[in-house]
């Protein structure tokens, strides 16, 4: 599936480093999501964009910092992280509105390891 | 706050007997979706049920929505090594001023050939 990609697919940072998490979808969607995955909190949702409007902050650190340039593409700045926030870090897409049905596509995620 | 609740957390089954995973909500939900992780991958949605007391059949896969739209229950009839994954079910739930999806915990499936 192709749908919606991820970059890179592995991460391993250190603590004082900066890094960037990107994803684009290819469905011609109007909303993207970031979600954290780990084995304390199966499917966290992180943020929210509809319309590149970030309409969602789930008490999300601020070591975490989202952009959304278009509505295809999604990032996520990390600065300052702690070895707790290694994870598997999901993107995903749907297409959001009056009677339409939201499902996601989610991309195939990064996996990122904090040292 | 709002949330999904969804029973049990694991479940082992030897192949050829059924499974079921069931989600719970503390509120009315607009409608309900399911998705499928196999083993290092991720969610791929399976369906959607909207109308109250829904039921939706996908070869050996049942899908339930209650008769109040706050719970719903996934029925796989004598799985195979195939079924192998997590199931999470998902509901929008009002937060602030939107709706935002919400998971379950999910349902880790385990068959033993």
């Known amino acids: 599936e192709t749908g919606v990609t991820q970059t890179p697919r592995h991460l391993v940072m250190g603590m004082t480093n900066k890094k960037s998490l990107k994803c684009e979808q290819h469905?011609?969607?109007?909303?993207m999501y970031w979600y954290k995955q780990s084995a304390k909190k199966p499917l966290e949702l992180m943020f929210v964009y509809n319309f590149k409007e970030q309409t969602e902050n789930n008490s999300v650190p601020s070591r975490f910092s989202p952009e959304c340039p278009n509505s295809s593409h999604l990032f996520l700045h990390l600065h300052t992280l702690q070895p707790e926030d290694s994870a598997l870090y999901l993107c995903?897409?749907?297409?959001?509105?009056?009677?339409?049905?939201?499902?996601?596509?989610f991309g195939p995620g990064t996996r990122l390891t904090v040292t | 706050g709002q949330q999904v609740m969804q029973i049990p957390q694991y479940q082992h089954v030897q192949e050829g007997e059924d499974f079921t995973t069931y989600c719970n909500s503390s509120t009315t939900l607009s409608n309900i979706q399911w998705y499928k992780q196999r083993p290092g991958g991720h969610p791929v949605f399976l369906i959607q049920?909207?109308?109250?007391?829904e039921v939706k059949k996908q070869k050996r896969l049942t899908f339930q929505f209650g008769e109040a739209k706050k719970n719903s229950s996934l029925h796989i009839t004598a799985t195979q090594t195939t079924d192998v994954g997590t199931y999470f079910c998902?509901?929008?739930?009002?937060?602030?001023?939107?709706?935002?999806?919400?998971f379950g915990r999910g349902t880790s499936l385990i068959v033993h050939p």
């Open positions: 049920l909207v109308k109250s007391g």
């Open positions: 469905l011609g969607h109007n909303a």
């Open positions: 995903a897409s749907s297409q959001v509105g009056q009677g339409l049905s939201y499902e996601q596509y």
């Open positions: 998902a509901g929008r739930v009002r937060s602030g001023g939107s709706y935002i999806p919400t």
